[in-house]
């Protein structure tokens, strides 16, 4: 749902387009580029490029007719308004996809309809074949893990379960200009590959764990390509690429998930989800998802929540409290203890983190949520969380601050609070990989602000090695900030660190401007130890 690349567009045939005032909506389907109306940023209404990636009947609200005296939804006055599309909009980032209704869709445009596909091609194999009686054999097995996996899941399945990506409830006829391919009889290896594909595909949506997505031929492979100079770094085209493009996700059927909330009410804010998250099956494609701000339990509707609130007693999440300065604190949740609010949290995580697979099996990880104390309670702002045991000596798993809280520092605080907690480890600590594209940008942040102001207040010489071990940011990521700012000089015959006057320029501007930091002394924590027993999980 990134924009596409021009990669080798000249090679391939151009998209055949249908003129303007010449279809209808009937005749728009998945995979057609066509302008739809949007609110610009002066207020006015734009007609921006978008892409169909699906189409569906518009749904009823359950839950709006319970309520006494309410009334009851009128059916849209526009047939066009019938039918939703939920589109891509061009050189836009994937967070900002949504349901449109028909009436949006400026038809009066030309409509591009997919691209044909190129016929296919021989690829020569270079290297080492794989044995096919062990590819044979891996495939069995595979297959064979996976059905039983697939068993398992149509067991649990009893419930109400998870919703999947939308499709158009109608199969409609495309009137593509396209020449059409004769249909022929598959054979039988694509038979096998459909079927492993069908079986590889998780009905939950959830990101394949095995990463087999790509395989890399290191025989064959060509020579690498020089990286480029630190000179042709450029920030603004990196965050430009950030922008523009998805998160980091590695699943291509998590990337197809379509988003099935529209907006989430959390205490006094109302906010647009961003991507698809494993809600029930009937509180999808609600026009608002009512959430408890204090146990994060959802309810179809604002009578359906307040009936919860005079029963809810929290007034904080369920675990214990850590750290306290001014109006912030911290919460340390074991997600073995506090299974249905580490589970609800994850749900309502998943919705602004695209690169989030973990909904249901919160019980390895620990979770530290950063709250705003008022008269009236501890209100979520963010969290983090953590693997108890990390072979890979990450300290962080997924971070995450709520869009009602972003740009107001709270994210630097959860990083800079999980990096207060590795020093109280004595370990080096770095956040797991892949990183969410705000999530990247706000660890590079942290990383240049912490070791600029190490290197402005220190006096004697420093080393790589002293640098990571008085911050707790491993030896990797200080050098590719060091790198990144072009903190490395040349001089008689060894590397020094050298800061940039335009560097210190900046460091300064930023020191001006005040900003919560975490005090040490008003955490009151000691790293939990957990027995072979009670790290094992799942049994």
């Known amino acids: 749902m990134a924009p596409h690349t021009l990669k080798d567009e000249g090679s391939q045939p151009p998209p055949p387009i249908t003129p303007g005032g010449t279809y209808s909506i009937q005749t728009v389907s998945v995979g057609c580029k066509l302008y739809i109306r949007r609110p610009g940023p002066d207020g006015q209404e734009e007609e921006r490029l978008a892409e ?25 006055q526009k047939p066009e ?22 009436s949006r869709l400026v038809l009066s445009k030309d409509l591009q309809w997919p691209r044909p596909k190129a016929p296919p091609t021989t690829k020569k194999i270079v290297g080492k074949k794989t044995p096919a009686k062990n590819q044979r054999q891996q495939s069995l097995l595979k297959r064979a893990a996976t059905a039983n996996a697939l068993a398992v899941g149509k067991v649990a399945k009893t419930e109400p379960g998870t919703p999947g990506p939308s499709t158009p409830a109608s199969t409609r006829a495309s009137a593509s200009p396209a020449p059409s391919i004769g249909k022929k009889r598959k054979t039988l290896h694509e038979e096998d590959e459909e079927e492993e594909e069908d079986l590889d595909a998780d009905a939950e949506g959830e990101m394949d764990v095995d990463a087999e997505g790509e395989v890399l031929d290191l025989d064959g492979a060509e020579t690498p390509q020089p990286p480029p100079p630190v000179s042709a770094f450029s920030k603004e085209q990196e965050i430009e690429k950030l922008r523009t493009s998805g998160s980091m996700t590695q699943s291509i059927s998590e990337i197809a998930r379509v988003k099935n909330l529209n907006r989430l009410q959390i205490g006094k804010h109302e906010v647009e989800a961003w991507y698809f998250s494993p809600y029930p099956q009937e509180y999808a494609h609600l026009p608002v998802l009512y959430i408890c701000e204090f146990c994060l339990s959802y309810f179809g509707s604002q009578f359906m929540l307040s009936r919860h609130r005079k029963r809810c007693n929290l007034l904080h999440p369920p675990g214990n409290e850590i750290y306290r300065h001014e109006d912030i604190s911290f919460f340390e949740l074991d997600g073995k203890r506090q299974l249905t609010y580490c589970r609800n949290l994850s749900l309502l995580s998943k919705c602004f983190l695209d690169h ?12 530290y949520v950063m709250c705003q104390r008022d008269s009236t309670g501890c209100h979520m702002v963010g969290y983090f969380s953590k693997e108890k045991e990390s072979a890979d000596n990450y300290n962080v798993a997924c971070i995450l601050t709520l869009p009602q809280h972003q740009r107001h520092g709270y994210g ?32 590079r942040a942290y990383w240049a602000e912490t070791i600029i102001d190490l290197l402005m207040n220190t006096t004697e010489d420093i080393s790589i090695d002293d640098i990571a071990q008085k911050t707790s940011i491993t030896h990797a ?61 799942g049994w």
Request: aromatic residues 12%; contains cysteine.
């Open 477 to 537: 990521d200080v050098m590719n900030t060091c790198t990144t700012l072009q903190l490395f000089k040349h001089y008689k015959g060894q590397h020094v660190i050298s800061i940039p006057e335009a560097v210190q320029e900046k460091y300064r501007k930023a020191k001006e401007k005040r900003r919560r930091r975490i005090i040490p002394d008003h955490l009151h924590w000691k790293p939990p130890v957990f027995s072979r027993d009670q790290l094992r999980f």
């Open 412 to 443: 630097k605080l959860l990083i800079e609070f999980s990096y207060e907690l590795s020093k109280r480890e004595g370990k080096l600590g770095s956040p797991e990989k892949p990183l969410s594209d705000l999530g990247l940008l706000g660890y």
């Open 52 to 76: 169909i990636l699906s189409i569906r009947d518009r749904p009823t609200n359950a839950y709006a007719t319970r309520r006494a005296g309410e009334v009851k939804q009128e059916e849209p």
């Open 356 to 367: 989030k697979t973990l909904y249901y099996d919160v019980t390895p990880f620990l979770y």
């Open 81 to 102: 308004d019938r039918l939703e599309f939920f589109v891509h909009w061009d050189q836009f980032n994937k967070r900002l996809d949504e349901w449109v209704p028909g």
